[in-house]
C-alpha cells in the first residue's frame, strides 16, 4: 500500500507547470501509481486551468500577426496516430524477470543502459535522462544493501516493484521518497523478491559508512 | 495564405466559463471527426493568445511563449481524437498539454552547467573529513570502482569485509557465524584492507 506520497505543496507546483523536470518526472511516475494524487492533481490542473483561461486578458495585445500564420500551418499538420505514439518497449528486464515500468517512466525504457552487479546484492542500471540529473533504476535482491549515505543534493525515488526499508521508514511499491541533506538513510531490502526501485540524484551521494569508510584515510582502517 | 478563417480581432463576447466548455467540446469534437479548419480556428481564437499571455507570465520570454503556444495547438489538432469531456473539461485537457510542453522544454533546457561530476551514482566521497589524507572530487571512487577491487581479493577475505562494511557486522559476530577464532577475522581483515590500500594507490 502506497503511504509515501508527494507533499501538497509539490503536488501544486507540479499541476501548475512549476516543478524542476526531474521532480515533474517523478511525481508524474508517482501519479500514474497512486490514484489518490491523480484525483487531487486532476482537481490542481483543472484550477490551474480556470486560472489561466478564465483570466481576463487583454486578447489584442496577446493576439500577434503570426497567429495567423501559425493556425494555417497547423491546420495543414496530419492527424497523430490513435492512441497516442507510445513506445514498443514497456518492460525491463533483469535477469528474466520483467518489470512493468509507470507510463511517464515508459519513454526511457529503450534509454536504460546495461545492468551492472554491484557489492551487497545491488544492481544498477544507468538511465539516460540527459542533463536533468543522474538516474538510474536500482535493484536490491533479498539482503540488498546500499551503503548508509547522505546527499549533497536532492535524491528522488519512486519504489517500481517490491518493498525496502532504510533505518527511517519502511516503503512499498509506488511509494515517494525526497531525500536530502538533512537525511541519513541506508536502503535495504528483506523481500524475497527483492525491491526495484528508479531514482534521481542532482549531486553525488555522501557515503557515512559501511564500504566507503574503505575509502576513508587509511590510517583509520586499522582497529 | 489562409482563406476562409477569421482570425478573432477584439475581445468582444467573452463567453461565460461554462458555456464556453460546452461549445469548445463541441468545436473539440468537430475537429475530431471532420478535420474541421473552422471549428479549430474557434478553438485557436480562444485558447492561444491566453496561453501566450500564461507563458510570457511565467518565462518572461516571447519566441519561447509562441514556440508553446505552437507546440500546445498542434498537439490539440492532431489528437482533438483523444479529448475525453467525461475526463474534463476542453481547458483543463489544453492546459495540461500545455504544461508538460511546458516540462518537456524545460527538460531540453536545463543545460550542464550543473554536471554531475562522476558518470556513477555512487561516488564515495571524503570531503567532509579534515584529514591531510582526504579525497578529493577528482579522486572520487564509485561504488563499481570499489567492486571490481573487492572481487580481486581471495574468498576468505571478501567474504569477512562484506560481513563488516556491508552487513555492518562486528567482527565478534563474523567470528561466531563462520565459526573461525576472532583473531583469524582480525588477520583477514587486515589483510583485505591492506590489499585495496594497494590497490587503490595503483588506480591513481
Ligand atoms: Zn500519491
Known amino acids: 500500500m502506497i503511504n509515501y506520497h508527494p507533499t501538497e505543496e509539490q503536488l501544486s507546483e507540479f ?17 500514474d501509481m497512486c490514484g489518490k494524487c491523480q484525483k487531487h492533481v486532476a482537481r490542481l490542473e483543472s484550477d490551474s486551468a480556470k486560472a489561466v483561461f478564465e483570466d481576463q486578458i487583454n486578447i489584442a495585445a496577446n493576439q500577434p500577426k503570426e497567429f495567423a500564420s501559425m493556425l494555417a500551418d497547423i491546420t495543414c499538420l496530419p492527424v497523430s496516430e490513435s492512441p497516442s505514439a507510445t513506445p514498443k518497449e514497456s518492460m525491463i528486464e533483469l535477469d528474466g524477470r520483467k518489470f512493468a515500468v509507470p507510463r511517464a517512466l515508459k519513454r526511457y525504457v529503450d534509454k536504460t ?18 542533463p536533468i540529473g543522474k538516474a538510474h533504476f536500482i535493484f536490491m535482491q533479498k539482503n540488498g544493501r546500499v551503503p548508509e549515505h547522505t546527499h549533497r543534493g536532492t535524491e528522488l525515488t519512486l519504489v517500481i516493484d517490491g518493498e525496502f526499508s532504510d533505518g527511517i521508514s519502511h516503503y512499498d511499491t509506488g511509494d515517494f521518497i525526497l531525500m536530502n541533506s538533512d537525511n541519513t538513510h541506508a536502503p535495504h531490502s528483506e523481500a524475497s523478491e527483492g525491491c526495484l526501485v528508479f531514482s534521481i540524484v542532482d549531486a553525488p551521494l555522501h557515503f557515512t559508512s559501511g564500504i566507503a569508510r574503505l575509502l576513508n584515510p587509511f590510517s583509520h582502517l586499522f582497529f | 495564405m489562409l482563406v476562409g478563417i477569421p482570425l478573432q480581432s477584439n475581445n468582444a463576447n467573452i463567453p461565460k466559463p461554462k458555456e464556453c466548455a460546452q461549445e469548445m467540446s463541441q468545436f473539440l469534437v468537430t475537429v475530431a471527426d471532420k478535420r474541421c479548419k473552422r471549428s479549430f480556428a474557434e478553438i485557436f481564437n480562444y485558447f492561444a493568445p491566453r496561453l501566450r499571455s500564461y507563458c510570457l507570465k511565467q518565462t518572461g520570454n516571447e519566441a519561447l511563449a509562441m514556440e508553446l503556444v505552437q507546440d500546445t495547438m498542434s498537439n490539440v489538432w492532431q489528437k482533438a481524437h483523444l479529448f475525453n469531456a467525461d475526463k474534463g473539461s476542453p481547458s483543463t485537457w489544453i492546459f495540461t498539454i500545455a504544461r508538460n510542453l511546458r516540462f518537456d522544454m524545460l527538460r531540453k533546457q536545463q543545460n550542464r552547467k550543473e554536471d554531475i561530476c562522476s558518470d556513477d551514482l555512487w561516488p564515495i566521497l571524503c570531503e567532509h573529513t579534515a584529514d591531510a589524507n582526504e579525497v578529493t572530487l577528482e579522486e572520487q571512487m564509485t561504488l563499481q570502482q570499489i567492486n571490481t577491487m573487492f572481487e580481486s581479493l581471495p574468498e576468505k577475505q571478501k567474504v569477512v569485509i562484506e560481513a563488516i562494511y556491508i552487513q555492518g557486522k562486528s567482527q565478534q559476530e563474523v567470528a561466531l557465524e563462520l565459526d573461525i577464532p576472532l583473531g583469524t577475522v582480525k588477520s583477514r581483515t587486515r589483510l583485505a584492507l591492506q590489499r585495496l590500500k594497494e590497490l587503490i594507490k595503483d588506480d591513481d
Open chain 1, 113 to 130: 543502459g546495461n545492468w551492472s552487479h554491484l557489492l551487497g546484492n545491488l544492481w544498477q542500471a544507468p538511465v539516460d535522462l540527459g
Open chain 1, 15 to 31: 499541476a501548475q507547470g512549476l516543478s524542476s523536470p526531474a521532480l515533474a518526472l517523478v511525481i508524474s511516475a508517482h501519479i
